[in-house]
């Protein structure tokens, strides 16, 4: 079950935390501040526990997201606090979203991208500063319009090179600035 406020408040605050001072003040992603600023952002809490909860919630917001206007709702952050604890099970469960994304009709319309405390790329270490680009505070399934991603990548003329600015931002920022950011 989903909650957009009450018991599970603290995750969506912590969350809207993160994406303003990490996504947004270090300008990890150049599109987010836009949809963050005209409150287009759609920030639910889940209380499962397990893969076949949080399908069944993100079928529901998938759907939700699909039928919304995207002046109301541009973009779904579907937060997993209670379901994940292990990076490698929740980078699995991201191919039955893409799975449910083919069952619902909706590849090409939205996609899912992933983020979580102990996110880590393919090739690196654990301890690899760039991973912190994809690390949350909670288990995260972003919810996103194609046409939105779409729309902000031909504005944005470097969208290419975003991976790269962001290692480098991190990479000067390193781990005592990165807490130091977390902290406050």
């Known amino acids: 079950m989903t909650h957009t406020a009450g018991a ?3 995750v969506i605050d912590d969350t809207r935390l993160w994406v303003e001072r990490a996504v947004i003040g270090l300008n990890l992603c150049p599109f987010a ?10 920030y639910v809490a889940s209380d499962v526990t397990d893969a076949e909860g949080v399908l069944a919630d993100l079928e529901d917001e998938l759907l939700l997201l699909s039928q919304a206007n995207p002046e109301q709702v541009d ?8 379901a994940f ?8 469960f991201a191919e039955l979203s893409d799975r449910l994304l083919k069952r619902l009709r909706l590849v090409g319309d939205l996609q899912v991208a992933t983020f979580h405390p102990a996110f880590q790329f393919a090739d690196t ?5 760039e ?3 994809n690390r949350s505070p909670h288990p995260i399934l972003h919810l996103l319009r194609e046409a939105s991603i779409d729309r902000a990548v031909d504005a944005f003329a470097d969208a ?5 600015k962001n290692i480098e931002t991190l990479q000067r920022l390193g781990w005592e600035g990165w807490r130091k950011l977390m902290a406050g």
């Open 131 to 133: 991973n912190c680009t």
């Open 160 to 164: 290419a090179d975003i991976y790269e």
């Open 33 to 42: 501040k836009a949809v963050q600023v005209r409150q287009q952002v759609r």
């Open 125 to 129: 270490e654990p301890d690899d500063i």
């Open 75 to 82: 973009t779904t952050l579907l937060i997993v606090p209670d």
């Open 8 to 10: 599970y408040q603290h």
């Open 85 to 92: 604890d292990d990076f490698y099970e929740f980078n699995d």
